[in-house]
């Protein structure tokens, strides 16, 4: 059925007389974080993009209003066509607010939810404020709590700091035993930089065997250097030496891919595989990096402002603000469904033509500076790891596909592998050093398989 467009512009402020039509051209489900506190945060850590966010709002509170917070809710829910609702919380540090606007925020969400709906709610922190109380709410209305460490002490504590300059891992880390103790479903952001990016393993098994998770999201630090010098907007062609290069990016997760193939399928759930598994699988995108376009993921500010995106939190890009205009006709203006076509619309042939375009897509624009081989604008600064990494994958990902298809678990791949690599070590440990490698990289075995097995 479809919905017919609006007369005019909504009504937004006080409760609604009657039911909100979204414009015709609205998505029927969109996904917003909300910054309460803007970019104001209790740690000062290198790589963050937000922090600089502040120069928007010179002489702000960085306080969202309750007044503010019942606009929001009332319309997010009123915009989105769908039973299931996202409530997402982000910052700078959105605990900052204090528990009293959490709770307020539940109570309108569930003042304004419509019969049959499910709200979910999910908040990004850094942990440092997190007590018992926090935890309670947190599992007693269902919360998923994304919690930011970067691996073992000294590569979470290289950039990870307070405002002293101090280290945070002690704090994070409590965060995440308190979590635990509450049975808090949480996962892990992880971002990868200049300090982790050789680590693979030890953030990995650090991860898994130490803070003992399941969920784990690596985002890949690229800081963009801008004309004056600063990292405030998405411009220029130059990186910070904290960013993650290309090549670390690729190996970061091929090392993990495999370790994670070996024996962890099933048990632990990387955000980008299962990404990947999608892709392979057809399915549509598990990530809004991955997607053809974007432009359905947007950011609200403590001031009502909303922006195209989180990562485009800057002047021209904002859309406009929830107490003048109505949040399902921001996301349907000209203006952000042009910024969501964008995407495809400027991807360079190369890309198009690449062979893992399909689980690509040229990833988030924000990472596309650079230029392709022919000279074209628009290719991506990770290009080289991305490929290297679905390269990689390929053929596990096929295998995985397979066993979907055929009504069994991916996370059998684990013993296909296991019977592949026993195989290849019996029929290595046959061949002289000199026969060509049983693997059928062409290389002589005692430069391949025969000098070294994987697995050991």
């Not at 700091?161 to 949480?186: S, Y």
């Not at 989180?310 to 203006?335: C, M, T, Y």
């Not at 076509?341 to 596309?368: I, M, S, W």
């Amino acid at each position: 059925m479809s919905i017919p467009a609006t007369n005019g512009p909504l009504e937004v402020r006080g409760a609604p007389s009657a039911p909100v039509i979204p414009p015709h051209n609205a998505p029927p489900y969109f996904h917003v974080l909300v910054k309460p506190t803007g970019a104001a945060c209790n740690l000062n850590c290198a790589y963050c993009f937000f922090l600089s966010k502040e120069a928007l709002y010179p002489g702000s509170r960085f306080r969202m209003a309750d007044g503010l917070l019942e606009t929001y809710i009332r319309q997010y829910i009123e915009s989105q066509r769908t039973d299931l609702v996202t409530i997402a919380w982000q910052g700078g540090e959105p605990a900052l607010m204090g528990l009293d606007f959490f709770k307020r925020s539940v109570e309108c969400a569930t003042k304004y939810a419509r019969p049959g709906m499910r709200i979910e709610y999910t908040i990004q922190t850094n942990g440092i404020l997190l007590n018992d109380a926090w935890c309670a709410f947190f599992r007693e209305h269902s919360f998923l709590v994304g919690l930011s460490i970067d691996g073992p002490r000294p590569l979470h504590d290289a950039y990870r700091v307070d405002k002293g300059g101090g280290p945070t891992f002690d704090k994070a880390m409590a965060a995440a035993r308190l979590l635990q103790k509450h049975q808090v479903d949480f996962n892990i952001l992880t971002t990868v930089h200049a300090a982790n990016a050789d680590h693979p393993l030890d953030v990995y098994r650090f991860m898994r065997d130490e803070l003992g998770v399941q969920w784990v999201q690596f985002i890949p630090i690229v800081e963009r250097v801008n004309a004056d010098g600063r990292t405030l907007l998405q411009e220029g062609q130059t990186v910070t030496g904290r960013s993650v290069t290309p090549d670390q990016w690729g190996q970061f997760l091929i090392a993990i891919f495999d370790e994670w193939m070996r024996r962890d399928v099933g048990r632990m759930y990387i955000t980008l595989f299962e990404a990947a598994l999608a892709s392979w699988l057809g399915g549509p995108p598990a990530l809004c990096i991955f997607a053809e376009t974007c432009g359905n993921a947007l950011a609200v500010e403590h001031n009502g402002d909303v922006y195209a995106c989180d990562h485009f939190v800057e002047p021209k890009h904002l859309l406009g603000n929830i107490q003048e205009r109505h949040l399902s006709e921001l996301v349907a203006s000209d203006q952000q469904r042009r910024f969501g076509a964008a995407k495809q619309d400027t991807l360079p042939q190369y890309c198009r033509e690449c062979k893992v375009h399909f689980a690509c897509h040229g990833e988030c624009p924000k990472n596309r500076f650079l230029a392709t081989p022919d000279g074209a604008p628009g290719l991506n600064y990770l290009c080289a790891g991305y490929k290297a990494f679905f390269t990689h994958v390929d053929r596990p990902m096929r295998v995985m596909a397979q066993l979907y298809r055929s009504g069994r678990a991916p996370a059998e791949i684990v013993h296909v592998v296991a019977a592949e690599e026993a195989r290849l070590k019996a029929a290595s440990a046959k061949a002289s050093r000199n026969d060509p490698c049983p693997c059928g990289s062409g290389r002589k075995s005692k430069q391949c398989h025969g000098k070294r097995h994987p697995s050991s």
